[in-house]
């Protein structure tokens, strides 16, 4: 849709106005007020008469003041930002991601999701193999950085310490600078090498590495802060799953990105938006990070906060 100049400036006004964390009604007197409109309240009254006819506003009581509709503010979010040039190609070190999100959460009151790395895309460098307890194993798979995964197997009959080295040695042979699930594949495919008192469980060594290691994960911050924000009592299904349908709605699209709550099955909250940018990992796509909040929530200042994030991790 086209807007004059001046319907574009008091669209703007009203949008700034009523996503500040309050969300009332924007009355044209308080529009005329502000510095640099220059207008008078029946022109802001008019123009927003016309918005409302081209559905970016309502009125939800008579001389109330207008709010934006679902429209409006997507309408607002495409067009007067540009935001597909924001966080675009975003690579983050994990604990950037779980910071960050803290404190979009802290400052803003809103609630964050995020997709944490993909485990089975991690290239190991090494593997230990220690006795954890009384009845089972810690297998380290440990990365370039320092950085593991963590993974308890129930011990063979012969748990001495000289069957678990050989274990060990033969663990490295087979993830020694493979990603975590080309070195599952290799474990299979290997198996007949591996030491004898092992064979007896290693497909079942197999499948536990492979749940716990290929299992999506997610972490969420500031849920409160939604529930009180949208005034609902029902629970809502935000992790794993949400993300997902995300994705789907934002397939190929890189920077940020602006969903609906209402358009996914697993929010269903009107009123509700949601803010996602891609991340990746030398190049490679790993997952979304997500702030969902009420409509009225402080918009612009999180977008703000998302401008500032330095391209290619850098």
């Not at 409006?72 to 779980?98: C, H, M, R, S, T």
């Not at 089972?136 to 320092?146: C, E, F, K, S």
């Not at 938006?273 to 200042?301: D, H, M, T, W």
Request: aromatic letters at 8%.
């Amino acid at each position: 849709m086209k807007l004059t100049a001046r319907d574009q400036q008091i669209f703007s006004a009203v949008m700034s106005l009523y996503c500040n964390g309050e969300g009332h009604p924007v009355a044209s007197s308080k529009i005329a007020k502000q510095k640099g409109m220059a207008v008078c309240s029946a022109t802001v009254r008019n123009a927003m008469a016309r918005l409302e006819k081209e559905g970016l506003l309502y009125s939800p009581h008579t001389s109330a003041g207008r709010v934006p509709t679902d429209s409006g503010l997507k309408y607002w979010l495409d067009e007067y930002f540009a935001l597909p040039q924001i966080a675009n190609y975003w690579q983050p070190e994990q604990n950037q991601l779980v910071e960050f999100a803290h404190s979009l959460s802290q400052k803003f009151n809103v609630c964050c999701c995020v997709g944490l790395p993909q485990a089975s895309s991690q290239l190991v460098f090494r593997v230990e193999v220690l006795a954890f307890d009384s009845s089972t194993w810690l297998v380290l798979l440990i990365d370039r950085a320092g950085q593991s995964q963590n993974i308890c197997i129930n011990k063979p009959s012969d748990d001495s310490d000289q069957h678990r080295y050989l274990f060990a040695a033969w663990m490295n042979t087979v993830f020694s600078q493979q990603t975590l699930i080309e070195g599952l594949h290799r474990m299979r495919a290997m198996a007949h090498s591996a030491p004898e008192n092992c064979r007896e469980q290693l497909a079942q060594w197999t499948r536990e590495l492979h749940h716990q290691l290929g299992t999506d994960n997610s972490i969420v911050v500031g849920e409160r802060y939604l529930y009180q924000g949208l005034d609902i009592e029902t629970e809502l299904n935000i992790g794993v799953s949400f993300l997902h349908q995300v994705e789907d709605k934002l397939a190929f699209k890189n920077g940020l990105s602006v969903v609906l709550g209402e358009e996914l099955s697993t929010l269903n909250v009107k009123r509700s938006i949601v803010l996602s940018v891609p991340y990746f990992n030398k190049g490679e796509y790993q997952s979304r990070f997500c702030v969902i909040c009420p409509s009225n929530a402080p918009i612009e200042a999180i977008i703000t906060q998302f401008s500032q994030i330095t391209p290619l991790g850098a």
